[in-house]
């Protein structure tokens, strides 16, 4: 018998609805594939097994009932440790909030539970949340369970490394600047980033989040599977009031012509050729199948990268920094000054000016999405970094930074993106990213099916 973990989320649940398998062997499964594979990466910080299992315990008695589960029945999912899921603290990878015990879960927590998910554990984020790797003072450091030489990426790295390894068939993910995409790139899984408004989140154990956080973070999840992602964004996103940004689009819009473009360098942007490599073959992969692809260049990238950073260096600079320095973790404050060093500090004409100009560049790339309704770009300009690469010196974090434009700019917009894996080049993941118009994940998961379609399918694997 196949072991249960190896399964799609869409296959578990349909075999526990239909009392193939019960969520409590699947609960055990899951709980027994951590304990096995776990220690060697450190993706999950915490985890309650007897919590677990009356959780699986719940939706059996509701399939006993003769009650409809959920379309995510018994299916073992992780939550980043930045959600609040109650009764868990919600350390965002800080000692100073190892004891903020939520009281209630987050919007998008509370929409997995109804969706009949359960929740196996917490899933490990750098310091903030704010880096493209896995490591802080509270829980340690997360590997790649690829090749531990190179990162599992952040700052869901711990989300996308479990999901990789086996340990839940989904990881909730948060996305500001590549949170989700590039882990999920880096850990050779598929992640979603979706449209601004798209899912509700929100926490309640913290103050309300700043304005660059309101108008680019998000959540989404990262699976081994397009169609895992297509049924856990159905979830996720039932409406909640508690989040006064989600917005109740429909999650099929109208048809739209199978026109891709192919954005190889975004903005003269350096990009490695076995990245190259990896766009060229999602394009013939999407050609095979009907699309036109086409060479194009993006609208703008640079200045969206440089305004995303303005604002989120405006909340630290308003008060962050304090938290920083009580913190004390190594990582955050070297990221944190390489940061505030490539951004000029804002006055307010020039924080309302950025505000000003970002509608400018939404209407610019929803043009551009009108022509091409998908757009194939880089995840990131290079191949997974080697791990902790971007604290070596202040040279590696700008070179670093560079790779990442696709990352960094896009959110400004609230555009939606989707990191597809393609393959390895060696033992090291690569992949690329799709996007598409606001709300237009449908075209995003529709395209992705196809590149997914023509590979290898992603399965979970031992840790090396």
Known sequence: ??????????????????????????????????????????????????????????IDAAIARGEDPGPLAGVPVTIKVNADQASFATTNGLRLQKDLVAQQDSPVVANLRKAGAVLLGRTNTPAFSLRWFTRNSLHGHTRNPRDPSITPGGSSGGAAAAVAAGIGAIGHGTDIGGSIRYPAY??????????????????????????????????????????????SLAAMSARDIRDPWWVGAPLEGPAAPKHAALCLRPEGMEVQPAVLDALRDAARRMEAAGWIVEEAETPPLREPADLQAMLWLAESRRGLNTALHKEGDPDANFVFAQMEALCPVPDLNAFMDGLQKRASFVRMWMEFLERFPVAIMPVSGELPFRDQEDVESPEAFRRII????????????????????????????????????????DLLLSAGAVIEAAGVPAAPIDPA
Request: proline letters at 6%; aromatic letters at 2%; charged letters at 15%.
């Open 1 to 58: 018998m196949t072991a249960l973990f190896r399964l799609p989320a869409t296959e578990l649940a349909h075999r526990i609805r239909t009392k193939q398998v019960s969520a409590a062997e699947a609960a055990r499964d899951a709980l027994a594939r951590l304990d096995a594979v776990n220690p060697r990466i450190n993706a999950v910080v915490d985890h309650r097994p007897d919590d677990v299992l009356a959780q699986a315990g719940a």
């Open 402 to 441: 560079a790779a990442q434009l696709t990352q960094v700019g896009l959110p400004l917009m609230g555009l939606p993106g989707l990191a597809v894996t393609t393959g390895l080049v060696g033992a090291v993941p690569v992949g690329v990213q799709l996007v598409a118009g606001r709300y237009r994940e």
């Open 186 to 231: 880096a850990c050779g899984v598929h992640g979603l980033r979706p449209t601004l408004g798209r899912i509700p989140a929100w926490n309640a154990s913290g103050a309300e989040r700043h304005a660059g956080g309101q108008l680019m973070a998000v959540s989404g999840p990262i699976a081994r599977t397009i169609a895992d992602l297509r049924v």
